[in-house]
């Protein structure tokens, strides 16, 4: 724990540094790779919408002795299409399958009650419109819209236009994943989907805007002077804020893998799998976006001001002035060699730099 800490004040005060945004090249790569995955499957594969969505009917069979595959093969044959089937915690089995008429819901629960050993009425029946799904994904839509124009007027007034534009790069960034990993594993997709990937646009935002907010706290004044170039300071702005986003990504991420592992695995709640889901792989994404995507982003777009460029001039300058100056003072180190060592001994060993005695008037005139 001590280390750790020795690490964080390290990192904070600039002692230890990781180059992010030095070679934002590497990140875009490796991001790139993963939207192209993720995008290829949604583009070939899609999603797997549920029933909400799509519309149809579900049948839910309390714990019985039959298997999954005798009630796939009974709903196949009497609803005349491909059910999806799942084994919930309790041992229930849930049945999946496009909209059928009243008759045929009625002969299939029928059939369901006799080879599982149940009476048709312990036999739960929904039926879902697709126009209800319809409306739901309508009504997401305009919530994100809406809220990504709020969002984005918000950057630009607290911050400036550059950043709204890497905040929302790195917002669709996480979003195209999380919904790419529902595409690439065959998950449902649910209104409770829809619920946990609204609630990752403001985790996403959120570790981003804290990281912005130190980049502005460091590069206030920054064209005043020419030690430190902006690219410098939004990267110490990085490495200050890295342990935080670490730990906040931790204590956020560890009870949404509990209701993974819990809820989902253990008591077989599928609504919570589907939350929780969602969650996870956006938190995860959002905490790496803000860190590898939105910072490199935000200093290659600012590096195109006049300002920014003219700064990183002056500060290269003044550096290679600095190389100069050092040079020549190492070289007149090696020039007084032999003027009895102690300068030069002084010099080599602590580094410093130490003018020679000036001599009196009086051993002048001597």
Same mark, same amino acid.
């Given at each position: 724990?001590?280390?750790?800490r020795?690490?964080?004040?390290?990192?904070?005060?600039?002692?230890?540094?990781?180059?992010?945004?030095?070679n934002?090249?590497?990140?875009?790569?490796?991001?790139?790779?993963? *939207?192209? !995955? $993720? @995008? &290829?499957?949604?583009?070939?594969? %899609?999603?797997?919408l549920?029933?909400?969505?799509?519309? =149809?009917?579900?049948?839910?069979?309390?714990a019985?002795?039959?298997?999954?595959?005798?009630?796939?093969?009974?709903?196949?044959?009497v609803?005349?299409?491909?059910?999806?089937?799942?084994?919930?915690?309790?041992?229930?089995?849930?049945?999946?399958?496009?909209?059928?008429?009243?008759e045929?819901?009625?002969?299939?629960?029928?059939?369901?009650?006799?080879?599982?050993?149940?009476?048709?009425?312990?036999?739960?029946?929904?039926?879902?419109?697709?126009?209800?799904?319809?409306?739901v994904?309508?009504?997401a839509?305009?919530?994100?819209?809406?809220?990504?124009?709020?969002?984005?007027?918000?950057?630009?007034?607290?911050?400036?236009?550059?950043?709204?534009?890497?905040?929302?790069?790195?917002?669709?960034?996480? *979003?195209? !994943? $999380? @919904? &790419?990993?529902?595409?690439?594993? %065959?998950?449902?997709?649910?209104?409770?989907?829809?619920? =946990?990937?609204?609630?990752?646009?403001?985790?996403?935002?959120y570790?981003t805007?804290?990281v912005?907010?130190?980049?502005k706290?460091?590069?206030?004044?920054?064209?005043?002077?020419?030690?430190?170039?902006?690219?410098?300071?939004?990267?110490?702005?990085?490495n200050?804020?890295?342990?935080?986003?670490?730990?906040t990504?931790?204590?956020?991420?560890?009870?949404?893998?509990?209701?993974?592992?819990?809820?989902?695995?253990?008591?077989?709640?599928?609504?919570?799998?589907?939350?929780?889901?969602?969650l996870?792989v956006?938190?995860?994404?959002?905490?790496?976006?803000?860190?590898?995507?939105?910072?490199?982003?935000?200093?290659?777009?600012?590096?195109?001001?006049?300002?920014?460029?003219?700064?990183?001039?002056?500060?290269?300058?003044?550096?290679?002035?600095?190389?100069?100056?050092?040079?020549e003072?190492?070289?007149?180190?090696?020039? =007084?060699?032999?003027?009895?060592?102690?300068?030069?001994?002084?010099?080599?060993?602590?580094?410093?730099?130490h003018q020679?005695k000036?001599?009196?008037?009086?051993?002048?005139?001597t």
């Amino acid at each position: 724990m001590s280390k750790l800490r020795e690490m964080a004040h390290g990192l904070y005060a600039g002692q230890v540094s990781f180059n992010f945004v030095g070679n934002p090249k590497r990140w875009y790569i490796l991001s790139g790779v993963i *939207l192209a !995955i $993720t @995008l &290829g499957s949604l583009v070939f594969r %899609g999603l797997n919408l549920g029933i909400e969505f799509r519309g =149809g009917s579900e049948f839910q069979v309390p714990a019985s002795t039959c298997t999954v595959e005798q009630v796939r093969d009974t709903a196949d044959t009497v609803a005349g299409g491909s059910a999806i089937v799942t084994q919930l915690g309790d041992g229930s089995l849930r049945i999946q399958t496009g909209a059928v008429s009243n008759e045929t819901g009625l002969k299939l629960t029928q059939q369901l009650g006799q080879e599982c050993g149940v009476a048709a009425n312990d036999i739960k029946i929904q039926v879902v419109g697709p126009t209800w799904g319809a409306e739901v994904s309508k009504k997401a839509i305009q919530g994100l819209i809406v809220f990504l124009i709020l969002v984005s007027i918000f950057l630009a007034i607290y911050f400036d236009w550059r950043m709204a534009v890497a905040a929302l790069v790195a917002l669709a960034h996480d *979003l195209i !994943i $999380t @919904l &790419g990993v529902y595409s690439l594993f %065959g998950f449902e997709v649910t209104p409770a989907t829809a619920i =946990g990937l609204l609630t990752i646009l403001g985790y996403s935002l959120y570790d981003t805007v804290v990281v912005f907010d130190k980049v502005k706290e460091n590069t206030q004044g920054i064209l005043g002077q020419s030690r430190v170039t902006y690219a410098e300071a939004a990267n110490l702005a990085i490495n200050q804020t890295l342990i935080r986003s670490i730990n906040t990504s931790i204590v956020a991420l560890l009870p949404v893998a509990a209701i993974l592992v819990v809820g989902a695995g253990l008591l077989g709640a599928g609504t919570l799998k589907d939350l929780a889901l969602a969650l996870f792989v956006g938190m995860a994404a959002g905490t790496y976006s803000s860190i590898f995507v939105a910072t490199p982003m935000l200093v290659q777009l600012k590096d195109r001001e006049p300002e920014i460029q003219a700064l990183e001039r002056r500060g290269m300058s003044r550096r290679r002035k600095v190389d100069e100056d050092q040079a020549e003072d190492g070289e007149t180190v090696a020039a =007084g060699a032999g003027d009895g060592g102690g300068y030069s001994r002084n010099v080599t060993e602590s580094g410093e730099r130490h003018q020679p005695k000036r001599r009196t008037r009086s051993q002048r005139k001597t």
